[in-house]
């Protein structure tokens, strides 16, 4: 049985603003290695396999430390989250060479919206105006950041969207696995399926990196592996609807990365456009939010109500 984390709401938002400020480290460490700072670039492919193999090493030797047997891991969604996963991350660090870490981190932000919409064919949900509302606000900031002109169009920021519908997906394999394993062998399960399928990925495209590259691929798995565990965390610790907002934090920490070692500053259009997706996804989360809120409360007063309570009960539309 789990032990119950204590709840803290102080230390859960710590956790997500430093669970921020290492996740756009990532992306800073791929753009690095991508354009050539420390020596020839590397191929996408090559450094997000890079990031599976550090963080695999690291979650291993916290596993082995701790002597935690695996039991019963759900393998084929393991396998479906970590392949989604894989392909959001090489599609991230592709599209980070070629646009402002700030436009790839806002696009990032439409993977709720493209889980929300998978789910329903997938999973069979049921999406109502304000969530459909959400999305449609979403989607037209990723029309802006995209700039669907001949002159302005971005073709790398499809890259970026591309990464935000594999990372949609994988939130929908990480639903059906919340809760069934813990946090530890989840982690382990997906770097191990991760570190596997990006090696044979990376094989046609391998160089051999310098010892600069060497360290920030090591860099980038450890920090992005050090970003789940405060992010799981985080949410163990206080309600998703306090925590979860924190997240955006990372675009901030992007630009001024982008701003700070590359002398990238975020132009009109980009902050227009991020901040158009980030209302919408900031709606589409407390809605979510609320839905959950409405379900427990509905559960518990079912629980309280005892048998009578079980007959099939008609859940709104308009959610």
Request: hydrophobic share 55%; net charge neutral; aromatic share 10%.
């Amino acid at each position: 049985m789990f032990q119950p984390v204590p709840q803290n709401n102080r230390m859960a938002v710590g956790l997500m603003v430093i669970f921020t400020v290492f996740l756009a480290g990532t992306t800073l460490l791929a753009k690095a290695i991508g354009t050539g700072v420390f020596g020839p670039p590397l191929h996408p492919l090559q450094v997000s396999w890079g990031r599976f193999l550090f963080a695999f090493v690291a979650i291993s030797a916290i596993f082995a430390q701790r002597g935690e047997p695996i039991r019963h891991p759900a393998w084929t969604l393991h396998f479906g989250r970590s392949f989604c996963g894989w392909g959001g991350v090489s599609l991230t660090f592709a599209s980070v060479a070629y646009i402002p870490l700030s436009d790839a981190t806002a696009i990032s932000f439409l993977s709720p919206v493209f889980a929300m919409l998978l789910a329903i064919p997938i999973l069979g949900e049921t999406v109502g105006r304000v969530r459909w509302g959400a999305a449609g606000i979403a989607l037209v900031g990723m029309v802006i950041l995209l700039r669907p002109g001949p002159e302005s169009f971005q073709p790398a920021a499809m890259l970026a969207l591309a990464a935000a519908v594999a990372m949609g997906i994988e939130m929908i394999f990480i639903k059906r696995l919340s809760g069934r394993e813990p946090w530890r062998q989840i982690l382990l399960v997906n770097n191990t399926i991760g570190v596997s399928v990006a090696t044979l990925a990376m094989l046609p495209v391998w160089q051999a990196p310098t010892a600069a590259q060497w360290a920030a691929l090591a860099g980038i798995g450890v920090i992005m592996l050090s970003a789940q565990v405060c992010f799981v965390n985080a949410m163990a610790r206080a309600e998703a609807s306090l925590v979860a907002p924190f997240s955006y934090g990372t675009l901030v920490f992007a630009a001024l990365y982008d701003l700070m070692f590359f002398g990238v500053l975020p132009d009109t259009v980009s902050i227009l456009g991020a901040a158009v997706i980030v209302a919408g996804a900031a709606l589409l989360a407390w809605r979510e939010a609320m839905r959950r809120s409405d379900n427990a409360a509905a559960a518990n007063d079912a629980e309280s109500a005892g048998p009578l309570a079980s007959a099939p009960s008609v859940t709104s539309i308009e959610d």
